[in-house]
């Protein structure tokens, strides 16, 4: 199975405005998603997905992969799958661009999940207890069947834990992807759902329509870039990583 990496980098954001491009010690930080993502021996190739010039042209400049994408794009699935018209591959793995320090065991865990050949969607979920990021609408939480399919995802708790003394665990989606070829092709061709609408959650629009989506518990965090002033905590995970 030949697997492709696929970084969606958009220039426009309203808390963030040129965030792939933003320096971390002295190199954008799309080149540091980048990185992390070439220590994966199991990606056959990686690349960054996006509709900038500015974007595009650094990316040439550093010696990385990347595919121009259409403005028409309005989710970084859109941008994976204009990556899987023009590349060929048979799984898609779709890895966010602010997440400069990004696990490599977690695009492992993804990929692992599709030595089960019945699995054609997957993501992950790692479990919280703080009760802030749980009550958080920003936290996407998910709920998951024996088989770690998908039940429900939502930016309320679930499961709510009303009742004292059977409190069931809570877990937080964690934003990568990967899709099978077809499935991929399927997906983008299924109309916006009224779960998906509600919450604001693309995903539900799979499990809406009857696709499963296996979704593997992880034991490796992210840190994502929101606003500029989380560069300088990057910048200081990174030289503490270098210097240990």
């Known amino acids: 199975?030949?697997?492709?990496?696929?970084?969606?980098?958009?220039?426009?954001?309203?808390?963030f405005p040129g965030k792939p491009l933003a320096l971390?010690?002295?190199?954008?930080?799309?080149?540091?998603v980048y990185q992390q993502c070439m220590k994966v021996d199991e990606l056959d190739?990686?690349?960054?997905?996006?509709?900038?010039?500015?974007?595009?042209?650094?990316?040439?400049q550093l010696g990385m992969r990347v595919v121009m994408t259409s403005d028409q794009c309005h989710t970084g699935t859109d941008?994976?799958?204009?990556?899987?018209?023009?590349?060929d591959g048979d799984l898609f793995v779709n890895i966010q661009g602010d997440e400069p320090l990004i696990e490599p065991q977690m695009i492992r865990d993804i990929i692992g999940i599709f030595n089960d050949e019945s699995?054609?969607?997957?993501?992950?979920?790692?479990?919280?207890?703080?009760?802030?990021?749980?009550q958080a609408p920003s936290t996407v939480k998910v709920v998951v069947d024996k088989n770690e399919d998908a039940l429900y995802f939502s930016r309320s708790v679930i499961p709510s834990n009303v009742k004292?003394?059977?409190?069931?665990?809570?877990?937080?989606?964690v934003g990568i992807y990967a899709y099978k070829r077809d499935f991929l092709q399927t997906f983008l061709q299924l109309p916006p759902s009224e779960l998906e609408a509600g919450e604001g959650l693309e995903q539900l629009r799979a499990l809406e329509n009857g696709y499963k989506l296996r979704v593997h518990e992880t034991q490796f965090d992210t840190i994502g870039v929101d606003f500029p002033e989380h560069i300088a905590m990057v910048e200081n995970l990174i030289r503490a990583r270098q210097g240990s």
Do not use: N
């Not at 971390?24 to 540091?32: H, S, T, V």
């Not at 941008?79 to 590349?87: L, Q």
């Open 1 to 15: 199975m030949k697997i492709i990496g696929v970084i969606p980098a958009r220039y426009q954001s309203s808390r």
């Open 24 to 32: 971390i010690l002295d190199k954008p930080m799309i080149w540091w």
């Open 45 to 60: 190739e990686v690349y960054v997905a996006t509709d900038d010039q500015r974007i595009f042209d650094t990316c040439e």
């Open 79 to 87: 941008r994976v799958g204009e990556v899987a018209a023009k590349v």
């Open 119 to 134: 699995v054609y969607y997957g993501s992950l979920r790692k479990q919280i207890a703080d009760e802030a990021e749980i």
């Open 164 to 173: 004292d003394g059977k409190l069931a665990r809570v877990y937080r989606h």
